[in-house]
Structure formats: structure tokens, C-alpha cells
């Protein structure tokens, strides 16, 4: 099962970590997983320290298998490079490395979320767990979570819709069971399953659970397997009598699903980061720009889709500063339509035309917020070039008109403060873009690097973004774990504090190969490419912890010598 490489006892011992055919991790069972969740600066992340027998999902298995597939490829690469490696040879392994974590990460997110949205993670993590719908100790333990749900969901005038997964889950009944309970009236939309009736060999249970179906039949409607991973476009197509529906998913492996998702963002963001500040020649806005979406507040994206059902009844101001706020959160595309839509609408600053003797005569017929429009079109970001050159060149050339347009007074024509502001916003206008970052929760920091990057100063190269990042930590004075992370990865003096901060609170697994990459880098706090690393304790430290807990989990202590 163990085989110790070629190289002798500087290097690692191959171990097998899939025990059966289906690829299951034998550090991680099906059935136990290292992490715990903790809830830290209102940010939920993995955490490490405990163990605890929660479910390891499946989608989470195959992205053990898959990263370490990756970490068993970089200790190939340096042991067949040995001290004679080439140092450019080595940084592109590195950067190739580091591009295949990222991606392993964003597609298990990815196939996550597919599996949520059509409901397919009912076929594989709830097929095996929640089939019985009168497993009493599940039914107490989610008691208090669902009936928190339900309360939280409901609103007069509004009609409650749970999903419940499986209708031979608890979910039906128990939902049913609450909402006479705390007077709610709802419908419970299952998927069908004969799964507890072919297991089961007690015939009275089987007819008790046909008879509670048939008394909870005005509120539950079961769906085949095709309509359910439609469920909310089958329900708007063939359920009629709903005014107003709210939609809740209560299935337990849904909201670990939820969790998840949460918990790869985060740690995607982390690695890019990473990766940005010292495997990458150059950094893109772009690149950050990524970063931030993955941190996206959801009350912007709400906000921005109510927007759009409803915009005649909004003041055109208030509407011109939620586009402001938008385009600090780097929703160009979004901030463009409702212009567009702000624009058709009469009494709007699109009937106003411009009066000016700028020399460019085209604005002459444009109104305020159609050159707005045409800006924000342009803007370079919108652009995908790859040329680091070309995009500061269309930046500046971008950026001086916008200088042009904000100091001509144009914008103020519209009779409203709300695209002087605007302009101001896309010129750098420090004490605008504060208002609106300061105003942005947990990605303020990296939302004020961002915009600065957009609207105040283009930079590229690694050490000024690091520096970037430390002057707005400074000036926020963010207490965010997450930011308190950033602001240590920023600086190379720190990068040991970094990682220990890491390894409290994500993944030990993701701290091991984010060091393992910084530690086998030739120019990384080193002078001379063939130095060993300043970090190298840090490394070994962090393996030899990682080797004992895979040991104390499900393999033999004679396996946790994987480290010489």
C-alpha cells in the first residue's frame, strides 16, 4: 500500500488513498469528516480542530481525491528535479499547479450547485440517510431548524412553499406537523420514492405512512424525478392558487450543500489571492474582480432584480445611487441596464440634452445619462485582453474623458445629484468611493482595492497590489478574520503569520498545499533560488500535523510517517 520513493528519506512515501473501487478517500470515510463549522466574523468557515461523524459529502470526497492527485504531482516534479531544477521551469510548474487547485475548487462548486438546483443531491448524499420517515431521533434533532425555517420564511399575504426532498424523508410530515402547530398555512413540494416502502418489512409501518400522505394531501404535491429538478418553473406553470410564493429548501444535505458553497468560495478566494501576490508575473483587475463576485453580497443582487420589476416607482436619485453602489461591487453590465431602463422611462434625465462646448459634438446630442451609458460601455474592464500594455493604454485614454466630462459640469444638467456623484464615482473621487465601500459589509476591503484599480489608478504588478492592500487594511481597520488573512498574505515579512492564521480556521489540506507551493517557489523569500525556504519548518510542522490526523482518523500510525 506504502511505498517509499526512489529518492531515499528526504522525500514522501507514496500512500494509496483510495481504499475501494469508488474512489472513497481512506483518510476521509463516507461517513466521518474532519471538519466542523464555525461561524467567525459573521463569515462561515471550515474548521479543522475537531472531529466530528457529520456526513462527508460526495462532491466533497472527489475533491479530496483530485487535489491530492495535484499535490502528488509537484513532489514527483521536485524529486525528479532534485537541487540542479531550472528556477523558470520550477515557477511554471508552480503557477500550473496552482491554476489546477483553483480550478478542482471552482468545479466542485460549480457541479454543487447544479446538484442543488435540480435536486440530484438527493440520488447520492440523502439516498442512503434520510429514507425513513419515522426515524424519531432525526425527527427531535430537526425540530427546532425546521420550525426556525418556517418562521423565518413566513410573511402575510404570502404563500409558503418547502421543498422537503424525499417524500418517505421526514421532511413532509414533520413540516405538516409544524405549521399546524404555529399556524402557517404552506404547500410541501416532495420528490417521489419508493426506497422505505421496498425496505421496509414492516407492513403496518407502510400502511401508517400511506395513510399520513393521504391526510397531508391538500398540502403536498410529489413530483417525478424530471419535475422536480424544475420544481420552481414546474410550480409557476401548473399550481395557480399561489399569491406571492416564498420558496424554502428544509432538506438537511441541501443546507450542507448551502455550507459548502460558502466554504469553497472562500477558500477558492484565499488561493487566488495567493496565488495572484506571488506565482503571477502581473495582476489584473479582472483577476480581483473575480475574487470579489465569489464574496458577492446577495442583498445587492436582490436589490438590483427587485429594481427591475419596479423601477417606474423610484425616485430617479435613489436609483442613480444604487447604480453607484453597483459599480463598486464591479456590476458594470448590471449598472448599464438600468440605466437603459432609467433612460426610457419619461420625466428621467434622458430627456435632458446637453449644452456645452466640449469639443467632442457627438455629446451635444447626448443626454446625461446616455453618455453615462456610453462610458460605462467603454470601460476597459469590460474588455477580455490579456496585454497587460493595451489595457493601461485604454485605461488612461478612458480615464481622461472621464476627467473631461466630470470637471465640465456636464452632469449636473440633470437637475439631480445622482449622476454628478456617478461621475465623480468613475473619476477616483476618494471621499465617493468611501461612502459607498464603507458601506459594504465584510468586502469593504477588497471591494476598496478593487474600485481603486477601476476608478482611481491602474497598477499591475504584485508588489503594488500588495501594497494596495495593506494601505486600505490600514485605512478600514477591518476586524474580518478573512481580511486579517489578505492583509498577511500581502506581506511577504508576514507569510508565516499568515499561514498559522490559516491553519486555525480553513482546511488543514489547504493549508498544507498553499505552503507546499510557497515553500518549493525559487524566488519566494528567498534570495538565491536553490536556498531552502524560511518557511520550510512551517511546512513540515503543517505535514506532520495533517500525517497525524489522517492517522488518528483511519489509517495506522505507521502511515503518519509519510513525512521523513
Known amino acids: 500500500m506504502n511505498q517509499e520513493s526512489d529518492s531515499g528519506n528526504t522525500s514522501f512515501l507514496d500512500i494509496n488513498w483510495s481504499l475501494h473501487s469508488n474512489d472513497d478517500l481512506l483518510l476521509f470515510p463516507p461517513t466521518t469528516t474532519p471538519n466542523t463549522q464555525d461561524k467567525v466574523d459573521d463569515i462561515n468557515i471550515i474548521n479543522n480542530s475537531n472531529n466530528s461523524n457529520n456526513e462527508t459529502l460526495s462532491q466533497i470526497r472527489k475533491l479530496y481525491n483530485e487535489m491530492y492527485s495535484h499535490f502528488i504531482n509537484i513532489q514527483g516534479l521536485v524529486i525528479q528535479g532534485g537541487e540542479e531544477f531550472i528556477s523558470e521551469e520550477r515557477v511554471r510548474e508552480i503557477v ?43 425527527k427531535t434533532k430537526e425540530r427546532s431548524r425546521i420550525s426556525q425555517i418556517m418562521e423565518d420564511a413566513y410573511q402575510k399575504n404570502f404563500s409558503l412553499i418547502i421543498f422537503c426532498g424525499h417524500v418517505d424523508s421526514i421532511y413532509p410530515s414533520l413540516c405538516f406537523d409544524l405549521s399546524k402547530q404555529i399556524g402557517i398555512q404552506c404547500k410541501l413540494i416532495t420528490r417521489n420514492s419508493n426506497i422505505f416502502k421496498h425496505q421496509s418489512q414492516n407492513q403496518s ?191 488612461q485614454q478612458w480615464h481622461q474623458e472621464v476627467g473631461q466630462i466630470a470637471s465640465s459640469g456636464l452632469m449636473e444638467s440633470s437637475g439631480g445629484n445622482g449622476l454628478k456623484e456617478m461621475i465623480d464615482l468613475l473619476n477616483g473621487d476618494e471621499k465617493i468611493l468611501s461612502k459607498y465601500n464603507n458601506n459594504s459589509g465584510q468586502t469593504a476591503y477588497l471591494q476598496s482595492v478593487v474600485t481603486h484599480l477601476l476608478y482611481v489608478e491602474h497598477v499591475s504588478s504584485p508588489q503594488q497590489i500588495r501594497q494596495l492592500f495593506l494601505h486600505y487594511y490600514t485605512k478600514f481597520k477591518s476586524a474580518s478574520l478573512i481580511d486579517r488573512i489578505i492583509k498577511s498574505l500581502a506581506a511577504p515579512d508576514q507569510l508565516q503569520v499568515a499561514l498559522e492564521e490559516m491553519a486555525k480556521h480553513l482546511p488543514s489540506w489547504l493549508v498544507v498545499h498553499v505552503t507546499d507551493l510557497l515553500v518549493h517557489h525559487p524566488y519566494v523569500l528567498k534570495r538565491q533560488p536553490h536556498q531552502p525556504s524560511p518557511l520550510l519548518s512551517t511546512r513540515d510542522q503543517l505535514l506532520t500535523s495533517y500525517g497525524f490526523g489522517i492517522g488518528s482518523r483511519s489509517i495506522s500510525p505507521r502511515h503518519c510517517l509519510w513525512l521523513h
Not at 475548487?105 to 454543487?112: A, F, K
Open 205 to 395: 409501518q407502510i400502511d401508517k405512512f400511506n395513510n399520513d400522505q393521504n391526510k397531508m394531501k391538500n398540502n403536498l404535491i410529489i413530483l417525478n424525478r424530471k419535475e422536480y429538478s424544475k420544481r420552481i418553473e414546474y410550480i409557476e406553470n401548473n399550481i395557480n392558487d399561489l399569491e406571492n410564493p416564498i420558496f424554502i429548501d428544509c432538506d438537511l444535505i441541501f443546507s450542507k450543500y448551502k455550507q459548502e458553497i460558502e466554504n469553497l468560495n472562500i477558500i477558492s478566494m484565499i488561493l487566488k489571492i495567493t496565488h495572484l501576490f506571488y506565482f503571477s508575473p502581473t495582476i489584473s483587475p479582472h483577476q480581483l474582480l473575480d475574487c470579489l463576485k465569489q464574496q458577492q453580497d446577495q442583498g445587492v443582487i436582490e436589490q438590483f432584480e427587485e429594481l427591475l420589476q419596479d423601477i417606474g416607482s423610484v425616485e430617479q436619485d435613489q436609483v442613480l445611487s444604487f447604480v453607484s453602489q453597483m459599480l463598486c461591487h464591479g456590476l458594470i453590465d448590471e449598472s448599464i441596464h438600468l440605466l437603459n431602463l432609467l433612460s426610457r422611462l419619461p420625466k428621467s434625465s434622458s430627456s435632458i440634452h446637453l449644452k456645452s462646448t466640449m469639443s467632442n459634438n457627438a455629446n451635444l446630442r447626448r443626454s446625461p445619462i446616455g453618455v453615462m451609458i456610453d462610458l460605462l460601455q467603454r470601460i476597459p474592464i469590460r474588455r477580455k485582453t490579456n496585454f497587460t500594455n493595451e489595457y493601461i493604454q485604454l485605461w
Open 96 to 138: 500550473s499547479i496552482s491554476n489546477r487547485y483553483q480550478s478542482v475548487i471552482l468545479s466542485t462548486r460549480d457541479q454543487i450547485q447544479k446538484a442543488l438546483a435540480t435536486g440530484h443531491y438527493l440520488d447520492y448524499d440523502d439516498a442512503d440517510t434520510h429514507h425513513n420517515p419515522y426515524d424519531n431521533d432525526l
